[in-house]
């Protein structure tokens, strides 16, 4: 099938990676432009997990106040190059974090910062509310084990539903921007801050 300029400028405008790399994608699923985006993104993302080992040394801090002043939050991310962090991709990725931040409240960035006292708490919170039920010991296990990883979805902000898109984690909005720009990107650090009735 012959691939044109208008399939590619479509494809272009629609995934928002380069023109080579929409050509061949489209080459590669005989002009189907649904495929040629699937393909695009499973690119582009085992791209992403190749940058995610490297440095970090630039990237912008960006805020959000919700209207009525009541919940602000500020949040450090981190980028490879001053260039990559004046984007406007970079700085958008920025306000959507800094806005779900707002509204799905985590309280921790990753799972690998939850301490070992929360996690012992949550736990025995879980084993207590398993036995409550009345289910023998060897579905407690596993009714835990679920509501433990129900936790790290809920209050760690990489494995957290995109409250704008909630088809995808923080975790692969980032990985979706890292494939768009290039460089690796993390969060360093967040606050989130709200006056208490």
């Not at 040394?57 to 002043?69: E, K, L, M, N, T």
């Not at 306000?95 to 939850?114: K, L, S, T, Y």
């Not at 984690?169 to 006056?195: C, D, H, P, S, Y």
């Amino acid at each position: 099938m012959e691939i044109t300029a208008g399939m590619v400028k479509d494809l272009r405008a629609r995934s928002g990676a380069g023109i080579m790399e929409c050509k061949k994608a489209l080459k590669e699923v005989n002009g189907d432009v649904e495929e040629a985006i699937t393909f695009l993104r499973k690119k582009g993302l085992a791209s992403a997990n190749k940058k995610a080992g490297r440095e970090t040394g630039d990237g912008a801090v960006g805020s959000y106040i919700h209207q009525g002043a009541k919940i602000g939050v500020l949040v450090e991310l981190n980028c490879e190059t001053d260039f990559v962090a004046n984007t406007p991709d970079f700085q958008g990725l920025l306000r959507d974090i800094c806005m779900h931040i707002a509204a799905a409240r985590p309280r921790f960035i990753a799972r690998e910062e939850v301490t070992d006292a929360d996690l012992a708490t949550e736990r025995e919170i879980f084993i207590h509310q398993a036995k409550e039920s009345g289910k023998p010991e060897n579905i407690i296990e596993k009714m835990v084990q679920g509501k433990m990883e129900k936790f790290y979805e809920e209050n760690c902000l990489l494995e957290q539903a995109f409250v704008k898109d909630n088809s995808v984690t923080i975790q692969e909005l980032i990985k979706q921007k890292i494939a768009l720009l290039g460089e690796n990107i993390v969060v360093g650090n967040f606050r989130r801050l709200e006056i208490s009735k």
